[in-house]
């Protein structure tokens, strides 16, 4: 679902995707040190990265938060 996403995104947007996702992995590897496993990282980034047709209304967009994050898991 996810990649099928990606192809439909500018090329551009598509490269800072998979660099910051390359960046998440890397910070993920160190979980044992820093505690950001792939639950702690969904948390962190899923608001500001899964935006829904809902994100113009507040109480609406923190709803689906946890929607967010597990996409993003």
Do not use: W, Y
């Not at 890397?26 to 950001?36: F, P, Q, Y």
């Not at 980034?45 to 946890?66: G, N």
Request: glycine content about 2%; overall charge positive.
């Amino acid at each position: 679902m996810l990649s099928g996403l990606m192809t439909k995104m500018p090329k551009v947007n598509r490269t800072i995707l998979q660099v910051l996702i390359g960046f998440l992995n890397l910070v993920k590897s160190h979980a044992d040190v820093n505690k950001m496993n792939s639950k702690n990282l969904a948390m962190v980034f899923a608001p500001c990265l899964v935006k829904t047709k809902a994100s113009r209304d507040p109480l609406k967009e923190f709803s689906d938060i946890p929607k967010s994050i597990a996409v993003l898991e």
